[in-house]
C-alpha cells in the first residue's frame, strides 16, 4: 500500500523541534507534473485603466500574444487576480470578472497571463494527503496560481504558491487522515486552471493520495 510521510519541524536559536513523521496509507495516487511556460517580457505593462475592482484595461507591449476571450490571470507585486477574461485592442488589454484580489491602483505595474489548463481528476471526498507545489530553480521570487475546478468550471478550491523553497513554499499540504479540513469535498475535481509570473519554466505539482 502506497504512502506519504508528512514531517514539521522547527528551528530557533538553541532550540530545535520535530513532531513524529505522520505516516499516511492509502489506496490510489493522483500525480501530475505540468510544466509552466515562460512568461514572454511583452506581457508586462501596467493597468492604464482602472474601473472597479474587478474591471480596467491593462496596455502591454507588441507581441503579447493575449487574444480576446482568452481566460487570463494578472499579477502584481502583492496580488494576483485569476479567471478574468480579455478583450485585446491591439496592445490595449480590456480585463473582466475573475476571482482574487481586487485590482491595484491606476498605473500599477502588472503582468497578464493566459491561464494553462491542467488535466486533473479526483473526488475530494476520497482524499487522505495532498499537497500542491511550484518549482523554479531560476526564479525563487516567482509567484502561481492554480484554481482547482468541477465540470461546470466552478471553483472547488484556489490556491496562491511560491517556490518551494521560498518561505511557504511548502505550506500548501493537506493530511486530512490526520484531521486537516479538507477543503476538496464536494462536487467532483475534473481539471485545473494554472499560471505564474516568471520569465523562467516554472513547474506546477499535484500530488495526492486517495482511498476508494
Not at 530545535?16 to 500525480?31: C, L, M, N, R
Not at 480590456?94 to 476571482?99: E, Q, R
Not at 505595474?109 to 494553462?116: D, G
Not at 464536494?186 to 513547474?203: E, L, P, Q, V
Request: hydrophobic share 40%; aromatic share 6%; proline share 2%.
Amino acid at each position: 500500500m502506497p504512502r506519504a510521510q508528512d514531517t514539521r519541524s522547527f528551528s530557533f536559536p538553541g532550540y530545535s523541534f520535530q513532531d513524529a513523521a505522520s505516516v499516511v496509507e492509502f489506496t490510489g495516487i493522483v500525480a501530475v507534473e505540468k510544466e509552466l511556460p515562460a512568461v514572454a517580457a511583452a506581457k508586462t505593462g501596467s493597468l492604464t485603466t482602472r474601473t472597479d475592482d474587478n474591471t480596467g484595461v491593462a496596455t502591454l507591449s507588441t507581441g503579447h500574444g493575449i487574444l480576446t476571450n482568452d481566460v487570463v490571470d494578472v499579477y502584481w507585486n502583492g496580488g494576483v487576480r485569476f479567471g478574468m477574461v480579455a478583450t485585446v485592442s491591439v496592445n490595449a488589454v480590456s480585463l473582466d470578472g475573475g476571482a482574487g484580489d481586487n485590482l491595484p491602483a491606476q498605473d500599477t505595474a502588472c503582468t497578464v497571463v493566459k491561464q494553462t489548463e491542467i488535466e486533473v481528476n479526483f473526488d475530494g471526498d476520497t482524499l487522505e494527503i495532498i499537497g500542491l507545489f511550484y518549482r523554479n530553480t531560476a526564479d525563487t521570487g516567482a509567484k502561481a496560481h492554480l484554481d482547482l475546478q468541477d465540470a461546470g468550471n466552478a471553483s472547488i478550491e484556489e490556491v496562491d504558491l511560491v517556490h518551494e523553497k521560498a518561505n511557504g513554499g511548502c505550506s500548501k499540504i493537506w493530511n486530512i487522515e490526520g484531521g486537516d479540513t479538507n477543503v476538496f469535498s464536494g462536487n467532483r475535481i475534473t481539471h485545473g486552471a494554472a499560471s505564474h509570473d516568471s520569465a523562467s519554466t516554472g513547474t506546477l505539482f499535484i500530488l495526492a493520495g486517495i482511498s476508494s
